[in-house]
């Protein structure tokens, strides 16, 4: 507009209120935070903090839960022999998962999960042994069952296994000084200079020092050879050092089975199995490998079967069977299972090829059941009779009874050569 002048605005000079209400009125009010959003925020923060403590936070309890159950012929490898890798069957390793120690939040979780038992740590580990001491002694377990299972499976396979030189370290005993010098998986090769053969060697040496004395050992760790010294110590007026040895062997081929890190000690009867499968011809699981794969649990408080799905862990079917079932046995030929139900004087037969009950068969306290090496009869295993039942191993008619002389005849085994049998009196002593 002609004569009119254009004003540039104006910054307010610092500290100067009176600008505002000339400028443009009223001062700017302060903004507030709103009151909820500054709970929300708080909530938030210790929500982190809560999730962040209950991974951090460990309870003094361990879980138990289900693992899988694992094919172990694709994990056993044999160099040295001709294998007959082809025509083996599936052997099956069920293991368990054990958690130490846990977390708050794997507490809870157990709480709520039917499948996850929770325990008490000094339940599971009454010795007070560290996390990295029970991984040690997990792992060499694994290693004893191992070497234990190749060596049975070679010698049943008609190879000779020979003693090696040293003994193994298995198991060190908290609180005694073994524990502060050997670790898991030692190999001990001299005592005092002499080269040791066997543990009653180590034991005499141990039985003729004082408390206090001190031992030489030879150790190899690692493939490194070291001399260490142990004080013998005293427990229950006994002298010893603390240390569980087992032997070494050499063996005429090289057997891998690759577990990965599974450990403990109850595996030896798989891979054993799956080792013999490996070096033989022909299918070691015979009808079995028709069978499906399903784990069998009986249930005596109910007189019952729980069927198991292995691949999902979930009870697939449920089924009555005889008054206290104690066990499920296989057949000698793997074609069918028996469950011994004990006061109920039955067995019930399951075909594995359907996991269903088909017959009842009569048969006077069946406790437990086993199978002569040449599958000709069934031992009955009549724990409250106090005897031992041979039996036809097809129409289970009673051969012959055989008294036992203890009490609480539960549990036997076969020699490796099938010669003896060797049974278990638990009520005994």
Request: aromatic fraction near 6%; charged fraction near 20%.
């Amino acid at each position: 507009m002609p004569g009119s002048e254009t004003v540039a605005p104006t910054s307010p000079p610092p500290g100067d209120p009176a600008f505002w209400d000339a400028a443009v009125g009223e001062p700017l009010p302060k903004r507030r935070f709103p009151l909820l959003g500054k709970i929300g925020i708080g909530v938030a923060i210790l929500l982190v903090v809560a999730i962040i403590a209950g991974f951090v936070i460990h309870v003094p309890y361990s879980t138990i839960s289900p693992g899988e159950a694992v094919s172990l012929p694709p994990l056993v490898s044999v160099n040295g022999a001709k294998s007959f890798s082809d025509s083996r069957g599936d052997i099956r390793l069920l293991f368990v998962r054990e958690r130490n120690d846990v977390s708050v939040w794997r507490y809870v979780q157990a709480h709520f999960d039917p499948d996850v038992d929770i325990i008490k740590d000094k339940v599971l580990n009454p010795q007070g042994r560290s996390q990295q001491q029970l991984n040690g002694e997990a792992q060499q377990q694994m290693a004893d069952a191992k070497t234990a299972a190749t060596v049975v499976a070679l010698s049943a396979a008609g190879f000779k296994v020979t003693p090696a030189p040293g003994l193994t370290v298995s198991d060190l005993e908290v609180g005694l000084p073994a524990e502060k010098v050997l670790d898991f998986g030692d190999v001990i090769t001299t005592v005092n200079g002499e080269k040791l053969t066997d543990t009653q060697q180590l034991q005499n040496v141990i039985q003729r020092s004082k408390v206090g004395d001190r031992v030489t050992l030879g150790v190899v760790r690692d493939g490194k050879a070291k001399t260490v010294q142990i004080a013998v110590g005293e427990k229950d007026e006994r002298k010893l050092i603390g240390v569980v040895l087992t032997p070494r062997f050499n063996f005429p081929v090289r057997v891998n089975v690759n577990t990965a890190s599974i450990g403990g000690p109850s595996a030896g009867l798989a891979m054993t199995l799956a080792i013999l499968d490996d070096l033989t011809p022909g299918n070691l699981t015979g009808a079995a490998r028709d069978a499906l794969p399903r784990i069998y649990v009986p249930n005596s408080e109910s007189n019952t079967v729980d069927v198991i799905d292995p691949a999902t862990y979930k009870v697939v079917d449920h089924f009555d069977v005889g008054v206290l079932p104690q066990h499920v046995v296989p057949s000698y030929d793997l074609a069918h299972l028996y469950v011994t139900n004990d006061d109920g004087n039955s067995l019930t037969e399951i075909d594995p090829r359907t996991a269903k009950p088909v017959r009842t068969i009569p048969v006077d306290d069946p406790y437990n059941m086993y199978f002569t090496p040449d599958g000709r009869y069934a031992i009955v295993v009549a724990e409250r009779l106090h005897r031992l039942d041979f039996r036809d191993a097809h129409t289970f008619e009673l051969v012959k009874s055989l008294p036992t002389p203890c009490a609480g005849v539960d549990h036997m085994d076969f020699t490796a050569d099938g010669s003896k049998a060797l049974v278990s009196c638990e009520f005994s002593g």
